[in-house]
């Protein structure tokens, strides 16, 4: 759904949301195998980790494309200067985190808190745009602790577009309780509010406003997009990435074939040459696709086999030419 005045975002029509210590360069190089069209997140990345960390944190393939880069910050010019890095390095969205609500975020001054700060938010959004051409975004939260009246949220988003000049809005249809709750329990325990998501992009039509939340299947995401422009989804696609083989045909209307889950896991195959010649453990690499055949016989032994040998010294292609074998029954 967007309407005529909206800047068109055209890969926000479906997103994997940024998961820290799952949606890894490994991880995304796998989902994009899934799918063409879907927009792929980076974990969120700190910028003093960025600008002072001795890791190249900003690495990526370029078959990883649209890839976005989800910033934590609060200070605009180290912000800014992230930002101008990573559009140098060819990413093509730069996204600030103003959602996640672990404690050791909130210590670090970003995350949800910044929803409490809607004017600073607008100064590291003004001071990124500022600063490259890419679309800056912004993810966040329908509110914090007992901040939680719509009237609120309408004031954040209408600060941060006007002031700040972000025209695109990832919003978590749950409130974030900044203490007493455990960033698992974040993510479960505060209700759903998908109709207070939709009325944003109604009081707002000029932004493009995408939804992130408990959303499970394709047919969710459909009845999603009737109301907004963009689904963001978040566990279900690690936990269960065979769903992104049918994004493409399902969400984008392309009329290819989807990819045969079992041939994805073979193209994966010189990647992990390639990786494991540059140090990488296999383990690290095959762990995000323990999921991947969900109620397809041999699922389990696939899993088993990954689960006791991806981590053990040596282990190379063959545990998961070994492993697919238990699925599609072929050998060698």
């Not at 967007?2 to 800047?7: E, K, L, Y």
């Amino acid at each position: 759904m967007n309407s005529d005045n909206a800047v068109n975002y055209p890969s926000h029509r479906f997103s994997v949301a940024p998961m820290l210590d799952w949606t890894d360069r490994h991880c995304r190089y796998f989902h994009r195998l899934l799918s063409g069209q879907t927009l792929l997140y980076t974990e969120m990345i700190t910028t003093g980790a960025i600008l002072f960390g001795k890791g190249n944190y900003l690495a990526y393939s370029q078959e990883e494309q649209p890839v976005a880069l989800q910033l934590g910050g609060s200070d605009p010019q180290a912000l800014a200067e992230c930002a101008k890095r990573a559009e140098d390095l060819g990413y093509s969205e730069v996204n600030l985190n103003a959602g996640c609500p672990s404690d050791r975020v909130q210590n670090g001054r970003f995350g949800a808190c910044l929803m409490a700060e809607p004017e600073l938010v607008a100064d590291c959004v003004k001071a990124m745009k500022s600063a490259v051409s890419i679309p800056v975004t912004v993810k966040t939260r329908i509110g914090i602790d007992d901040s939680d009246s719509y009237a609120f949220l309408q004031r954040f988003i209408q600060l941060v577009s006007e002031q700040g000049g972000c025209d695109n809005f990832t919003l978590h249809a749950r409130k974030a309780w900044l203490s007493g709750l455990s960033p698992k329990e974040n993510r479960e325990i505060p209700p759903l509010d998908y109709s207070r998501v939709y009325q944003v992009k109604q009081d707002f039509p000029h932004l493009t406003v995408a939804i992130n939340g408990g959303i499970k299947t394709l047919d969710e995401a459909k009845q999603h997009l009737q109301h907004v422009d963009g689904v963001m989804m978040g566990r279900e696609a690690y936990q269960n990435p065979g769903i992104l083989a049918d994004v493409d045909r399902e969400l984008f209307g392309l009329q290819s074939p989807a990819p045969d889950v079992a041939a994805v896991i073979e193209a994966m195959y010189p990647y992990i040459e390639r990786e494991l010649s540059q140090g990488t453990y296999l383990g690290h690499i095959t762990r995000h696709m323990l999921g991947i055949f969900q109620g397809i016989p041999g699922a389990r032994q696939f899993r088993r086999h990954l689960s006791e040998n991806a981590h053990k010294a040596g282990a190379d292609v063959e545990v998961l030419r070994q492993a697919l074998a238990f699925v599609t029954g072929k050998n060698g």
